[in-house]
Each structure stands twice: as structure tokens, then as C-alpha cells.
């Protein structure tokens, strides 16, 4: 099964088929967040995320109804329009013509594959899909984070209906953040981007080692010390760095000390940085899905080189997911005006 997940992950889908019971409610919401999330994806091979076809269906559908009044309310709240939405049934020629589906719950999942056993394969439900590959029931972060179900709104409240967005929209996330991945994978399977690489003498072992890693990843980078491990002061090193990464001559920084504390307490000093130490994968995507983290800090004598590879790979290659985050970033940059 999630052989089937990294293929459908490794590359962009022409149409995806969104299914729930009577498409009036999960669905039609699920395909105008991912109608609109799919605009924020940039052009590859000519093509744009805009062109990627979003469509909704039910496996039991009261043909020709509109949307719910509710999920009409909640999508109005998030700028979305779908009151000129008509719920539509199932058939075997959307279900061929899709290259993705994307079902509300398991047991949608299930009952699809029986009717059409010929969609296995490209039939998963949102959230196990949004987990993606290393994904499995109960992991991630927050409700788009594992397998589950989205909840059935359908003769619930207001705020029912605004739950069930709110799930959707997390998932929506954790899929847009996977194509976002493929979109930035330059053709070596790295994003290019222009990196700003410093420590001092606790992280020069593993600076080094990281260089010849972003050489085979072909990241431009530029290396500001230190050359040895002669004792100098971190903040030195972390300052310039920050400074160079804030100013826009970089677009991400790396910056390695003992513990990576000290790193990634003088970067924060500087306006329009915000460094994390990861010490694990999950830290470095939520750092970048999340934080929108431009520089990574590193503790030398803290982890090792093959789990610091692996982190500076994720932080690398991880979008940031914007949406409810990027008003949360919005009122850290006020803090930084003193505001
Ligand atoms: C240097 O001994 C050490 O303090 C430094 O590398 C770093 O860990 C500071 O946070």
C-alpha cells in the first residue's frame, strides 16, 4: 500500500477525485481548499499547480443538490465560494478519468475499491495520504497528522461543520507541503537554493562533513568559518551568518556549535531570522513547515553526522505550509519592530 503512496507522492496528479458520502458536505469543502492550496504550487514543466483538475463526488449522492447551507458558511469564512457547487454521484468514468482519489474516511475508501477494484492503487483516504509514506495511524502532528477519518459534519452545528474544515485544511497542508517538495527538488533531487554555512570549533568537525554532503545535493553554499578547531566565540560566526541571511544575500543559513543552543540563540537576535536547532527529522520539517525557519542550528557534540545529514536534507527539501502559520510568523515580525 505505500508503495502505491510514494508513487502517487513522486509526482504531480492531473485530477483528483475527491469523495465522500452525498458530496454536499466534506467533499465539495475538500475540493475548494485543494482547488485553491493547488494554486500556491509553482510551474513545473510548463505546468502549474492551477492546472491540476479538483473535483468532488459522493458514493451515494442526492444528484443535482447543492452544498450544505453550513459548509457554504464555513468555506464563505475562508474566502471560499462553493454555493454554485451540485452534489454528483459516483461513476466508473470519473473514477477512470481521475489519477488520484481522495476519500473522506477509510470506509469510503473501502467501499470504493469494491465497487471499482481496478482504482486500487490510486485510492486513499485524505488524512493516510497526508501522512504520506512514513505515515501511520496516530503519528505527525496535530489532527492531519496520521491516518483517521474526517469527521461527518452532515446535521451537526456550525461549529461541527468549522471542526471538519478545520481537519480538512490540515490535511491539505501535509499533501500541498509533499507536491511543494517535488516542485523544489531541482534535478538532482535537492532544491537550489543559496546557503550561508558557519560554526565554531564544537561544530567544525560536522560542518565539514555537511559540505560535502550539500556538494553532492549541488546547493550552492558559502562557508563563513571557522577553518579549524582552533577555540572561537560562536556568536561571531552565528551574527554574520544571521546578518548575511536577513539582508537576503542567502536564502537559508546552517550554523553549527557544541549544542547548537548558543548558534541558535545569537541568530535569533538578528530581525528577520528565525533559527531552530533540530535535533531530529520531525523538528526540522515542523520547523520549516511550520516556523518557516531560514536558519538551522546544530549541536557537533550533540548528534551525529549521519542524523545531521538526514535533518539538513528535510529542512532542506520542506516547504513552508503558510496559511493559520504565516499569521502566527506575522506577529513574531511585528514583536521584532518592538510592536
Ligand atoms: C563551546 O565550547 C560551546 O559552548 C559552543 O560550541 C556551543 O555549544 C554554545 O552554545
Given at each position: 500500500m505505500y508503495a502505491d503512496l510514494e508513487k502517487q507522492t513522486s509526482k504531480l496528479p492531473k485530477k483528483i477525485l475527491v469523495v465522500c458520502t452525498g458530496n454536499t458536505c466534506r467533499s465539495?469543502?475538500?475540493?475548494?481548499?485543494?482547488?485553491?492550496?493547488?494554486?500556491?504550487?509553482?510551474?513545473?514543466?510548463?505546468?502549474?499547480?492551477?492546472?491540476?483538475?479538483?473535483?468532488?463526488?459522493?458514493?451515494?449522492?442526492?444528484?443535482?443538490?447543492?452544498?450544505?447551507?453550513?459548509?457554504?458558511e464555513v468555506m464563505?469564512?475562508?474566502?471560499?465560494?462553493?454555493?454554485?457547487?451540485?452534489?454528483?454521484?459516483?461513476?466508473?468514468?470519473?473514477?477512470?478519468?481521475?489519477?488520484?482519489?481522495?476519500?473522506?474516511?477509510?470506509?469510503?475508501?473501502?467501499?470504493?475499491?469494491?465497487?471499482?477494484?481496478?482504482?486500487?492503487g490510486k485510492v486513499f483516504s485524505m488524512k493516510e495520504f497526508a501522512a504520506g509514506a512514513g505515515g501511520k495511524p496516530g503519528d505527525g502532528d496535530g489532527p492531519g497528522g496520521g491516518g483517521g477519518d474526517i469527521p461527518d459534519p452532515f446535521g451537526g452545528s456550525i461549529e461541527a461543520y468549522r471542526a471538519a474544515a478545520d481537519e480538512i485544511g490540515d490535511a491539505v497542508e501535509r499533501i500541498i507541503s509533499r507536491f511543494k517538495g517535488i516542485?523544489?527538488?531541482?534535478?538532482?533531487?535537492?532544491?537550489?537554493?543559496?546557503?550561508?554555512?558557519?560554526?565554531?570549533?564544537?561544530?567544525?568537525?560536522?560542518?565539514?562533513?555537511?559540505?560535502?554532503?550539500?556538494?553532492?545535493?549541488?546547493?550552492?553554499?558559502?562557508?563563513?568559518?571557522?577553518?579549524?578547531?582552533?577555540?572561537?566565540?560562536?556568536?561571531?560566526i552565528g551574527l554574520e551568518v544571521a546578518r548575511r541571511v536577513a539582508r537576503g544575500e542567502f536564502d537559508r543559513g546552517v550554523l553549527i556549535c557544541g549544542t547548537g543552543i548558543?548558534?541558535?540563540?545569537?541568530?535569533?537576535?538578528?530581525?528577520?531570522?528565525?533559527?531552530?536547532?533540530?535535533?531530529?527529522?520531525?523538528?526540522?520539517?515542523?520547523?520549516?513547515?511550520?516556523?518557516?525557519?531560514?536558519?538551522?542550528?546544530?549541536?557537533?557534540?550533540?548528534?551525529?553526522?549521519?542524523?545531521?545529514?538526514?535533518?539538513?536534507?528535510v529542512w532542506l527539501s520542506t516547504p513552508f505550509s503558510g496559511g493559520r502559520h504565516a499569521r502566527r510568523i506575522e506577529k513574531i515580525t511585528l514583536a521584532e519592530g518592538g510592536r
Open positions: 465539495p469543502m475538500a475540493e475548494a481548499m485543494l482547488r485553491e492550496s493547488f494554486r500556491s504550487l509553482s510551474g513545473k514543466g510548463g505546468r502549474d499547480g492551477a492546472d491540476i483538475q479538483v473535483i468532488s463526488a459522493g458514493l451515494a449522492a442526492p444528484e443535482g443538490e447543492p452544498a450544505s447551507r453550513l459548509a457554504v464563505k469564512e475562508r474566502n471560499l465560494d462553493i454555493s454554485g457547487h451540485r452534489a454528483r454521484s459516483i461513476t466508473r468514468q470519473l473514477v477512470e478519468d481521475a489519477d488520484l482519489i481522495l476519500t473522506m474516511t477509510a470506509g469510503h475508501k473501502r467501499s470504493l475499491v469494491a465497487m471499482y477494484p481496478e482504482a486500487e516542485e523544489s527538488c531541482g534535478a538532482r533531487g535537492m532544491v537550489s537554493m543559496r546557503v550561508a554555512l558557519g560554526s565554531d570549533h564544537g561544530g567544525y568537525l560536522l560542518k565539514e562533513h555537511l559540505k560535502s554532503i550539500l556538494d553532492d545535493m549541488g546547493v550552492v553554499y558559502e562557508d563563513f568559518g571557522t577553518f579549524s578547531e582552533e577555540s572561537v566565540d560562536y556568536p561571531d548558543g548558534m541558535s540563540i545569537a541568530a535569533n537576535k538578528i530581525p528577520g531570522i528565525r533559527a531552530s536547532l533540530c535535533q531530529d527529522t520531525v523538528t526540522a520539517r515542523l520547523a520549516r513547515e511550520h516556523n518557516d525557519a531560514n536558519v538551522l542550528t546544530l549541536g557537533g557534540r550533540i548528534i551525529g553526522p549521519v542524523v545531521a545529514e538526514e535533518i539538513l536534507k
